[in-house]
């Protein structure tokens, strides 16, 4: 008998045979298990692990015909929970186990997973996914969103969850990622602007196009997407307006309280003092918006750093009626941006 829970788990994958593409599924599957921002469900696992390098699409041919094949492979590592319908782990001890030193010395040692290229692999995986010949027009609305989201059933979670799993980006996944970005020079705004409307829930074609990928980082608290943005964008423009009201991408990262991507932004460079162009009041600036947020620590540093930088102070009084309508616009964003769970998870 096995004497301990790691040597149970070696003599489960060692019998999937090496020479078949079940021990590849297999490997995948605990992969995606292992380090999905949430559980999957059996159909989203279906698609993930059968997507591969080059593809451009998935048919009837490139799918699993049966999708419980990936439950008998799991053998007691993992299980279909049957009121969600979603497939986990059946012990975080199996991540532990695939994540050891231990594992790499016994014959299960394919098996073995490294965090930072889990998530890189993932990362590379969704933006193949959303690269996919269906997505390079607009999705038409609600019911465009519902019918790509049934067909395509990776779709939501690949949207929602790429950028959060961005680590140490080599130079594949760098090429990924700008990549995709990219594709926003194809007719209507390609890929990049299918995923933009997508996760927006619906913003106009016009102002995707004219918006930056570094608003949209910074907006969404996507950090190291931002990081990476910043890092290898060349050039960088800090300070190009975007978005409904032209305002950079500070000021939507102060405004949407995405506090870690406001403190990227400052270290970076990004003008704290500048108004956006919302019209009210001669606008609000990044400062303002840290001020409202009770962020005492970040409005003393843009200050110090603003200046530093040789950027115009602007510490000027709005007026009672800009500033309360201000925080009321302020507020109804942030409800909209917790109600834009109900269609796509995440904003």
């Not at 799918?63 to 009121?83: A, I, S, Y």
């Amino acid at each position: 008998m096995p004497s301990d829970l790691n040597e149970v788990y070696s003599r489960i994958l060692s019998r999937h045979n090496p020479d078949t593409s079940y021990r590849m599924y297999m490997r995948k599957i605990l992969l995606w298990l292992s380090f999905a921002n949430r559980p999957l469900h059996l159909n989203e696992l279906c698609e993930a692990i059968v997507v591969e390098e080059g593809d451009v699409d998935l048919d009837a041919s490139s799918r699993l015909h049966d999708p419980n094949m990936l439950l008998r492979l799991g053998q007691g590592l993992f299980e279909l929970e049957k009121t969600s319908g979603r497939v986990t782990l059946s012990h975080s001890s199996v991540k532990t186990f695939l994540t050891s030193s231990y594992i790499r010395t016994t014959v299960a040692a394919d098996f073995a997973l490294e965090e930072t290229e889990a998530h890189n692999i993932i990362v590379r995986t969704c933006l193949r996914y959303l690269h996919f010949s269906p997505f390079k027009i607009r999705c038409s609305g609600l019911d465009g969103v519902n019918t790509l989201s049934t067909q395509y059933p990776l779709l939501p979670y690949a949207a929602q969850n790429w950028p959060l799993h961005i680590r140490d980006v080599g130079r594949h996944v760098q090429q990924e990622i700008f990549g995709f970005i990219a594709t926003i020079q194809n007719p209507g705004g390609g890929n990049y602007a299918f995923w933009i409307e997508y996760i927006t829930g619906g913003l106009p074609l016009k102002v995707i196009l004219r918006t930056a990928p570094l608003y949209f980082a910074a907006s969404f608290g996507f950090t190291e997407l931002l990081s990476t943005l910043i890092s290898f964008s060349k050039p960088l423009n800090l300070e190009q307006p975007g978005g409904r009201f032209g305002s950079t991408a500070l000021q939507v990262a102060c405004f949407r309280r995405q506090r870690k991507a406001a403190e990227s932004l400052v270290e970076a460079g990004a003008n704290p003092f500048s108004l956006d162009g919302s019209g009210v009041d001669g606008g609000f600036s990044a400062l303002f918006w840290a001020r409202e947020n009770d962020w005492d620590d970040i409005v003393e540093w843009m200050i110090r750093r603003g200046t530093t930088n040789g950027f115009k102070f602007r510490d000027r009084a709005h007026g009672r009626h800009s500033t309360e309508l201000a925080r009321r616009i302020q507020k109804m964003a942030l409800l909209n941006m917790e109600g834009m769970d109900q269609v796509t998870g995440t904003y």
